[in-house]
């Protein structure tokens, strides 16, 4: 296995970086990874980074591409958030990271993962770096499309597109990589929209499984309005609990970190400066919570997407309960609620769904924001 093997359906950009690797002298500075969630944008990037190390261009068994898919490369710096954006303390730690030698390789290479997060003083600090780069410093940025990323920096990018990966490469990837039955691989290949990780998510738990199938549901018990609120309360409340089970456990850790680097005690004085930190990290940590939240409930909005796009694919004849259906394992639900609303219907709820994914981008209050939704999934003759 090479340090390619995990880029999925992406065999033109595979050739492209390939290319580079073996003639460096078509290498650039700066590079943008694009293309739609779980393309595989930052295992391009990886992939990539991991070969300009390897004195074979990516064999995937030396210690360079060890060290480099464990994470543990010196010269390979990842740069990730798990708040709201990617803040200029992390930018400047970065740039200072990007002057240095590298330490055992042939490139200094930092990868910013969701480069569309970037605060406008985070870019303006990557900005000089990506202006004037050290001779053997890489930046690899990934985003879900060019347009997401400032014009200052994406003119200073070579571009690298990746396309969604058909189903039955994710498939055959599952099936090869993870042991996974083969008639299960295709089902969670299929249901996850070109998604890797999230087929390999609901392919190796079945609670991730039963947890979508009580989703694809929802329409199905939606037949009043109090129906359509109980929906609402239950995504947001599981929304909230899937975040708080991740949050908790690194909040405490986190603040743990920061009593020990200030060398604060339980019952000791605390050091002028630390009120201000604590203070910091809890707004960071609470940031964080509530992306992972909204996360969550868009997983939710991206499958109710995909099954009211099979109920209408039904209902114009464009697919039938035995062929052309993304969610395919539910396909009786489909069929029934295809019977259930009109065309018309069926489109509103659409329109629904993107409004309320456009109405948490611009930062709408959650339940308020899924009742709403909800409420166009009741049929016309409830």
């Known amino acids: 296995m090479t340090v390619w093997t995990e880029l999925v359906g992406q065999e ?15 290498a650039t500075h700066a590079w943008l990874f694009t293309g739609p969630p779980g393309s595989g944008r930052s295992t391009a990037a ?36 798990d708040g709201l954006s990617i803040g200029v303390d992390l930018a400047r730690d970065a740039v200072r990271r990007a002057a240095l030698h590298p330490a055992v390789g ?47 920096i994406r003119s200073r990018c070579r571009s690298v597109v990746l396309r969604t990966p058909p189903a039955t490469a994710i498939a055959e990837l599952l099936v090869r990589r993870d042991g996974i039955e083969p008639a299960l691989a295709a089902a969670v290949a299929a249901a996850s929209q070109g998604h890797i990780g999230r087929a390999r998510g609901l392919a190796r738990d079945p609670e991730a499984r039963e947890r979508r199938r009580q989703i694809l549901s929802i329409p199905q018990r939606v037949a009043h309005l109090g129906d359509a609120l109980v929906a ?17 456990v690194a909040d405490a850790r986190e603040q743990g970190d920061i009593k020990a680097s200030w060398g604060v005690e339980d019952r000791g004085k605390r050091p002028a400066g630390y009120a201000g930190a ?30 009211c796009r099979d109920v209408a ?17 539910v396909a009786d639900a489909a069929v029934g609620q295809a019977e259930v609303w009109t065309v018309e219907e069926t489109m509103a709820a659409i329109d629904a769904i993107v409004e309320c994914r456009l109405a948490l981008e611009a930062n709408a209050a959650p339940l308020l924001a899924l009742e709403r939704l909800m409420s166009t999934f009741v049929p016309s003759r409830a």
Not at 12 to 26: E, H, I, K, S, Y
Not at 234 to 243: N, S
């Open 12 to 26: 033109p950009v595979v050739d492209t970086l390939q290319g580079v690797v073996a003639d460096p002298r078509g």
């Open 46 to 81: 990886l992939a990539f980074a991991a070969a300009m190390q390897c004195d074979t261009g990516g064999c995937g068994s030396c210690e360079s591409c060890r060290m480099a898919a464990a994470g543990s490369h010196p010269d390979i710096r990842t740069i990730r958030t």
């Open 106 to 152: 042939r490139w200094q290479v930092l990868v910013v993962e969701d480069a569309d997060r970037l605060t406008d003083q985070a870019a303006n600090a990557l900005l000089k770096s990506l202006e004037e780069p050290s001779p053997q410093t890489v930046w690899m940025l990934c985003a879900p499309a060019a347009e997401d990323v400032i014009v200052t």
């Open 232 to 248: 609402a309360q239950q995504v947001d409340t599981e929304a909230t609990a899937r975040a708080a089970a991740f949050s908790d």
């Open 278 to 307: 604590l203070s910091s990290l809890t707004k960071e940590q609470e940031r964080r919570r509530k992306r992972l939240a909204r996360d969550a409930i868009d997983g939710v909005l991206l499958d109710l997407l995909a099954f």
């Open 313 to 329: 694919a039904l209902q114009l004849g464009a697919a039938s309960a035995t062929h052309g259906l993304v969610n395919a394992d």
